[in-house]
């Protein structure tokens, strides 16, 4: 299949000046883009996709099913405990099909966003109480579906978690309750589920998760990071203080040292959140090449901290992306601008990053942290996705220069002004509305509806 795109602007996400390409046209074939033509008048037969165009976004971290907890757990203040209950709750009683119409509707409220490619930290893999599914892998294959259905590609990051936790001295806490779900008893027997899994659809990808250090001994980090089933390792680091303290108390070693002893950080690792890091944590993230997902609006929901954002995009510029998390918010320009605006609130100064940086950790870094093409070059991948200019937001900011440009869509735009999301050369939003799920909003209010009924009974 064959088709065009014409760009008033198109941003390729490759480094330095000239990225930014004015009256583009681009060829796509087949899925990927053939040819990329600048200063070109618009030819009849093409897709008009007015606006600033980028590299299709990418959520590099996501946990589909807490969509449900969105404007739920702020009664009385809230506190991330009031949360974890919460959070609770749902676990225990998805199925396999309230969890497809869950995902299904949050995938596709993705794809309005701008969303591409979305890694999904997947840890609800039993039925309640632990016993395994007949098959196995159910739960896995839902989330698929949701995302085939939606349009978007996946990479399920199947997560091993075999421990509900440390206590204040170290010690290693059984599962309990809701976390009976996640568990598959021994590192082993999590590679041996996870490795069968065939993906149903060729827009999903397998990657392997260890939950945290809270949630396993070193021996099972081991297991996971070995693992020959996927290559790339996805971890939630050091996203509280008190994670930190009873690392040190069990092991006398930082989270991130841990994982170092275990063999649990290199290229094709992905840590998230890493919010609280000594300096040794960072330049041993850095001499060994990890990537890092920060998720701005989920840490700053649940109180846990600003990271140290600026120290490691100096360590390795374009290693950091970004994702939504717990989707208490699903706008990767908030997620962006946040990076920043974080850090004028800590230093009471600007400017800590360009534009592009940002930009850049929205869409070309979490599409390489999932295993996508990172920027618009013949040959990569044909996910595009176009914000409009003409709305209450962008309206009268300058777009002359390429700076001006690219700032206008970080600072001011938000997910509703994305017009047009494309995913391997197919349209999956068009002017605003999504080609292939209708009434987002009225299946998130049904799905979300369900699941909380059924937790109520």
């Known amino acids: 299949m064959t088709a065009r795109y014409w760009c008033p602007m198109l941003w390729t996400g490759e480094p330095g000046p000239g990225s930014l390409l004015r009256d583009a046209l681009v060829t796509v074939r087949d899925g990927t883009i053939a040819a990329i033509e600048r200063d070109r008048p618009a030819p009849p037969d093409a897709v008009r996709l007015a606006g600033i165009t980028l590299p299709g976004l990418a959520n590099a971290h996501s946990h589909a099913f807490h969509r449900a907890l969105r404007g739920r757990t702020h009664a009385d203040r809230g506190s991330f405990w009031t949360w974890r209950e919460q959070m609770y709750r749902i676990a225990a009683v998805l199925t396999p099909d309230t969890y497809l119409a869950l995902a299904r509707a949050a995938y596709a409220e993705m794809a309005l966003a701008g969303i591409t490619v979305v890694g999904e930290f997947h840890y609800l893999h039993h039925a309640p109480g632990g016993k395994p599914y007949d098959e196995p892998n159910v739960m896995g294959a839902a989330l698929a579906q949701a995302a085939a259905d939606a349009g978007i590609r996946l990479v399920l990051a199947d997560t091993c978690y075999l421990n509900g936790g440390l206590d204040e001295r170290g010690a290693l806490l059984p599962l309990q309750g809701a976390q009976l779900r996640f568990g598959d008893g021994t590192a082993e027997a999590w590679a041996e589920r996870a490795a069968a899994f065939r993906p149903p659809h060729p827009d999903v990808t397998v990657a392997k998760a260890i939950h945290s250090v809270r949630a396993m001994p070193p021996d099972a980090m081991r297991v996971v990071a070995g693992a020959p089933f996927a290559t790339d390792l996805h971890v939630h680091l050091s996203e509280q203080r008190a994670e930190n303290a009873a690392c040190q108390a069990a092991y006398g070693l930082s989270p991130t040292q841990l994982l170092g002893e275990a063999g649990a950080l290199g290229p094709r690792s992905l840590l ?49 992306s970004l994702g939504s998390d717990s989707h208490a918010v699903v706008d990767p320009f908030e997620e962006a601008r946040a990076v920043e605006l974080n850090e004028r609130l800590r230093s009471e100064r600007r400017g800590h990053f360009a534009a592009a940086d940002l930009l850049y950790a929205a869409g070309p870094a979490g599409r390489g ?89």
């Open 272 to 320: 998230v959140h890493a919010t609280h890091l000594s300096p040794a944590d960072r330049d041993l993230i850095a001499d060994l090449g990890a990537g890092v997902c920060l998720c701005p609006t989920t840490e700053r929901d649940l109180g846990d901290g600003i990271g140290p954002a600026p120290d490691l995009h100096a360590a390795r510029p374009g290693s950091l």
């Open 369 to 457: 942290a999932l295993g996508r093409t990172p920027v618009l070059v013949p040959g990569a991948d044909a996910d595009l996705t176009t914000v409009r200019t003409d709305t209450v937001r962008l309206a009268g900011a300058d777009l002359g220069t390429d700076a001006d440009a690219l700032g206008a869509v970080v600072f001011a735009a938000t997910a509703a002004d994305v017009r047009h999301v494309v995913v391997a050369g197919r349209e999956v939003v068009r002017d605003g509305v999504h080609q292939l799920v209708e009434d987002v909003p009225g299946r998130l209010d049904r799905a979300v509806r369900a699941v909380w009924a059924e937790a109520a009974s």
